[in-house]
């Protein structure tokens, strides 16, 4: 399949894959106190596990994936099954375990899905040819409006039962593997097939693929700052109620998925490297924002925030499989998850260090995020500046 046969109507169908996976990521994220904390009767630190072993379980696979998949093919074929597999996971965990084994079978799930999506966006990169741009930019657009639907879905469905969020979350993941059987692109025929050792020898060699990475974990690792930080900044130091966290939080997902596409289609034409920079900065500067500004501004903030976000994911993706010529799209993408993964797990361990390093409050998040926005403008400038030539 080349990449003038990859229509429009193809890239919404792989959009909503990738919306129907990651759904049931965020699904829980409301309930997580009956979910997990009460469920289990453990403590808060305890209970962030939860979402800890997902991104382990996604550092873990993603390289591993990449290298498989680079050496033995069958893209198509392990992208459907890693699908069904996160589906099984998803509903074992809605059943009765204890914590230890819980979590285990959260760190699994958390594998499966990244390799779900990994191959997903690695065959529809290598088909759209030079529609590349604008096709990830439809998966970004799924991945992120998937991201934010699933905890505004998940707070209404959880109230009375949370573990409904884990029967959904593997009912929706089921619906997206039978899907991905008639949608997703055959592989495309390998000429040589690498051994491991070629394969890590080939991204060691591959000095351009540096400074992408470094910015996806960066990216990610900012994140991280808004999944634990932001919400208790808003609720613990302006008063803010859930329905309002909850709606600001929307106004900075729901720019940024409508802007994938349209951000993705440009970089096609225009250098990815100022797409990236000036997305990176204008992004980490609002950031810095974040810790200082009054509750009526975030209504601004978080917009533009969602904004500079499009403007540089979609093109980051784009300059790294640019700048990996030596390497496969799959491992590309792989390292790509994997540097994000890590970012996002380190970030709300961080966040929460430089809260307690300002003396809690309001100067504690502020100096939380002016780290944490800092972190990305100086990681886009010293990377872009030092490997963009």
């Known amino acids: 399949m080349s990449g003038a046969s990859l229509s429009t109507g193809r890239c919404l169908l792989l959009a909503l894959i990738t919306f129907l996976l990651m ?31 997902n991104q382990i379980g996604a550092l873990l696979a993603a390289p591993l994936v990449g290298l498989l998949v ?59 040819g030079e529609r590349r741009g604008r096709a990830l930019g439809w998966l970004g657009a799924g991945l992120t409006l998937g991201v934010a639907s699933g905890a505004l879905i998940g707070g209404q469905i959880g109230r009375g039962d949370p573990l409904r969020t884990l029967h959904l979350a593997s009912a929706v993941l089921l619906v997206a593997g039978m899907l991905a059987i008639f949608v997703l692109p055959r592989d495309t025929e390998v000429r040589a097939r690498p051994g491991f050792r070629d394969v890590v020898a080939a991204v060691r060699n591959e000095p351009g693929m ?34 309002q966290v909850g709606m600001l939080l929307g106004a900075f997902l729901f720019p940024f998925a409508l802007l994938s596409y349209p951000s993705g289609r440009l970089a096609e034409r225009w250098p990815r490297r100022r797409f990236v920079f000036w997305g990176s900065l204008c992004y980490g500067l609002g950031v810095m924002a974040v810790g200082v500004v009054p509750p009526a501004a975030m209504w601004a903030l ?9 403007v540089m994911f979609v093109p980051t993706l784009l300059w790294l499989l640019e700048r990996a010529p030596g390497v496969g799209r799959t491992t590309a993408m792989a390292s790509f998850h994997a540097a994000g993964a890590l970012g996002f797990l380190l970030g709300p ?11 809690g409050g309001a100067n504690g998040y502020a100096l939380a995020f002016a780290v944490a926005g800092l972190s990305e403008v100086l990681g886009a400038w010293l990377a872009v500046r030092k490997h963009g030539r």
């Open 23 to 53: 759904l049931p990521e965020t699904l829980p994220v409301p309930v997580l106190k009956s979910l997990v904390r009460e469920r289990f009767a453990i403590s808060d630190a305890w209970t962030s596990l939860f979402m800890s072993c």
């Open 70 to 128: 680079e050496h033995f093919g069958a893209r198509r074929t392990l992208a459907i099954a890693a699908t069904f597999l996160d589906a099984a996971l998803m509903q074992a965990l809605a059943h009765p375990h204890d914590y230890p084994t819980f979590l285990l079978l959260r760190t699994v799930e958390g594998g499966a899905h990244i390799t779900a999506l990994v191959l997903l966006m690695s065959l529809t990169a290598d088909v759209a």
């Open 349 to 359: 361990l961080c966040c929460g260090a430089l809260v307690h390093l300002g003396g």
């Open 302 to 310: 978080m917009p533009w925030l969602g904004i500079t976000s499009a």
């Open 210 to 243: 540096r400074a992408p990475l470094a910015l996806a974990f960066v990216d990610r690792f900012t994140v991280g700052f808004f999944t634990t930080g932001f919400p208790l900044l808003l609720a613990g130091v302006h008063g803010a109620t859930m329905p």
